[in-house]
């Protein structure tokens, strides 16, 4: 079993790096969000400890765009934060559990276990407005029986608006937060170009328009599109 650990405590990221190795897991640690990030991209983890407070990229965001991005693995939140907003917020943003500091190890362990049982057999569902859908796990969307072909940040795009509320507007700057990397520093322009892009593949041949631009505002999903 391969876990990483994104913690920019050392004591504790070297403890958790120690333990978890004397019971078997390979465990990778990264210091900051922007390289736990890079990594949860990049290997097939059963696992992730996540901190919620890290430089560079909280936890919060860290886990929005693993999700906005289709990546399903299980996530352990941890935070010295312990109050029923924070936790709503880190379950809500994609964590799978949540452990406030300090914590027993034993408790920390019993509850990676569970996590990795129940994530082994998990698929995240598969997203649809109307006939168009979006397979995270395939890492694939069509129309129908009509397949339809997006990049990997088209694709984060329309995951990270097909998986809010019927009609939740998403504003410019969070799509940027959960799809682009944490160093980006372009013009903000840019979520306007992806969305057209994406527009001209799942609407333009079907006569549909499912991305609904909202003035000053951003853009949503149209219920029943």
């Given at each position: 079993?391969?876990?990483?650990?994104?913690?920019?405590?050392?004591?504790?990221?070297?403890?958790?790096?120690?333990?978890?190795?004397?019971?078997?897991?390979?465990?990778?640690?990264?210091?900051?969000?922007?390289?736990?990030?890079?990594?949860?991209?990049?290997?097939?983890?059963?696992?992730?400890?996540?901190?919620?407070?890290?430089?560079?990229?909280?936890?919060?965001?860290?886990?929005?765009?693993?999700?906005?991005?289709?990546?399903?693995?299980?996530?352990?939140?941890?935070?010295?934060?312990?109050?029923?907003?924070?936790?709503?917020?880190?379950?809500?943003?994609?964590?799978?559990?949540?452990?406030?500091?300090p914590?027993?190890?034993?408790?920390?362990?019993?509850?990676?276990?569970?996590?990795?049982?129940?994530?082994?057999?998990?698929?995240?569902?598969?997203?649809?407005?109307?006939?168009?859908?979006?397979?995270?796990?395939?890492?694939?969307?069509?129309?129908?029986?009509?397949?339809?072909?997006?990049?990997?940040?088209e694709?984060?795009?329309?995951?990270?608006?097909?998986?809010?509320?019927?009609?939740?507007?998403?504003?410019?700057?969070?799509?940027?937060?959960?799809?682009?990397?944490?160093?980006?520093?372009?013009?903000p322009?840019?979520?306007?170009?992806?969305?057209?892009?994406?527009?001209?593949?799942?609407?333009?041949?079907?006569?549909?328009?499912?991305?609904?631009?909202?003035?000053?505002?951003?853009?949503?999903?149209?219920?029943?599109?």
């Open positions: 079993m391969r876990v990483l650990v994104i913690e920019d405590e050392e004591r504790l990221a070297c403890s958790l790096q120690r333990g978890l190795s004397a019971v078997g897991y390979t465990v990778d640690l990264a210091r900051d969000g922007v390289t736990g990030l890079h990594l949860a991209r990049e290997h097939p983890y059963n696992a992730v400890l996540l901190d919620l407070m890290l430089p560079g990229l909280s936890g919060y965001r860290v886990c929005a765009r693993l999700r906005a991005e289709g990546n399903d693995v299980p996530v352990l939140m941890l935070t010295a934060k312990n109050g029923e907003q924070d936790e709503a917020e880190g379950l809500d943003t994609g964590a799978d559990d949540y452990l406030a500091k914590f027993s190890y034993v408790v920390l362990e019993a509850r990676l276990r569970a996590l990795i049982r129940r994530g082994g057999a998990r698929h995240p569902a598969v997203l649809e407005c109307g006939d168009l859908w979006l397979d995270p796990a395939r890492r694939s969307c069509g129309r129908g029986r009509r397949a339809i072909g997006l990049t990997p940040k694709f984060a795009l329309l995951h990270s608006l097909l998986q809010r509320r019927p009609g939740e507007v998403v504003s410019k700057y969070d799509l940027l937060d959960e799809v682009w990397s944490a160093d980006f520093t372009g013009d322009n840019i979520v306007q170009v992806y969305v057209s892009a994406v527009r001209r593949k799942i609407d333009g041949p079907f006569g549909t328009e499912t991305i609904e631009t909202v003035r000053g505002a951003g853009y949503r999903v149209r219920p029943g599109a």
